[in-house]
């Protein structure tokens, strides 16, 4: 069964983009829920595409969005909350997708795509991987949902919050960079090859009731991608790895710096290598997708930035017309 009407959840998202412009190349409608359109309606231009404002968090909106559709896409998710008490995790991650089961079974809609992350534990110390590992319990127990789960890990590409955020801290830091949990291993993923394997499973019967572990073909210290990022764009600056009790002193106190770059939760998750068992390569197995190396990829789209940003920063010095 082809599935032509896709309610999109998280759509205007890192992820949520790529994976949108792969569904409309396919054909598909796609309505992708979000709370504020305004801010994203460069998206309309995709054929197929669907934007509506809606509160993903009221039941009520659900049902009547996941009308007639064939298939739910749930991508929302935050890497950060308000306090460090775990509410708002649970919220955006376990109640929120709660209600989605709730409105497909509802709506009788029986196909869904849920997003998880690799480590994602109900017993995890993070609260983070905490919620995304008792809604991944929950997605994977629902009565009448064939339902395919995923769990990357760090992903990357063009407009990432990984790679560029610390190509952003490296520009502005002068010399020494004090890094914190250099010594957490990633298998970063490319958010091509994580967005193909969404639309690769979305008709595909084997998928149905599977967890999948998305990893890219090597792993590396958190310390060796920030090396990498420092020598890419031709930095010169000294990454300075902390010890584990300097780690948490680090994230408890830019927890209170506006746009927290650094939580005590995002420590917690980071006491676990963020890589897939040994021997397991469901990309390449359950999708023929061939995972791209970062190295690959990166250079492009850093260096771009930078080029771009130099160039922004000689216009302002340019006279005005008259
Ligand atoms: N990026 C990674 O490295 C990575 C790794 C592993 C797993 N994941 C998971 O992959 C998913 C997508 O990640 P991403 O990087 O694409 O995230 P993103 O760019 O931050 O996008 C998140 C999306 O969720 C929606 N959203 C955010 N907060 C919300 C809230 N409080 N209530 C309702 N909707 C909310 C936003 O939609 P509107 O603002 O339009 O409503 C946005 O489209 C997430 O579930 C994330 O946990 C990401």
Known sequence: ????????????????????????????????????????RDIKILPGVELIQANVHDIVSLRQHFTDADAVINLVGILNERRDNGKEFHHVHVDLTRNIIHACQDR???????????????????????????????????????????RPSVIFGPGDS????????????????????????FAPVYVGDVAQAFTESLDMQASFGQRYDLCGPHSYTLQEIVEYVNQTLGLKRIVNPLG????????????????????????????????????????????????????????????HQNQKHRYDRLRQHLPHPE
């Open 244 to 303: 584990n009790n300097l780690s948490r002193l680090q994230a408890a106190l830019l927890e209170h710096v506006p746009g927290k770059p650094f939580s005590k939760d995002n420590f917690r998750s980071l006491q676990v290598d963020s890589v897939c068992p040994k021997g397991s390569h469901d990309l390449q197995t359950c999708f023929g997708i061939n995972p791209t190396g970062m190295k690959s990829i990166v250079p492009a789209y850093l260096l």
């Open 1 to 40: 069964m082809i599935r032509n009407t896709i309610c999109l959840l998280g759509g205007t998202g890192f992820v949520g983009r790529r994976l949108l412009s792969m569904l409309s190349k396919q054909g598909r409608h796609i309505r992708v829920l979000s709370r504020h359109p305004q801010r994203h």
């Open 162 to 185: 990984f790679i560029n955020r610390f190509a952003a801290i490296l520009k502005i830091t002068p010399l020494f960079f004090p890094l914190a949990c250099g010594y957490t291993r």
């Open 108 to 150: 009788g809609v029986h196909r869904l795509l849920h997003m998880s992350a690799l480590n994602a534990d109900p017993a995890a110390a993070s609260y983070y991987l905490r919620s995304k590992g008792v809604a991944e319990q929950l997605v994977l127990q629902a009565r009448d949902l064939d339902v395919s789960c995923f």
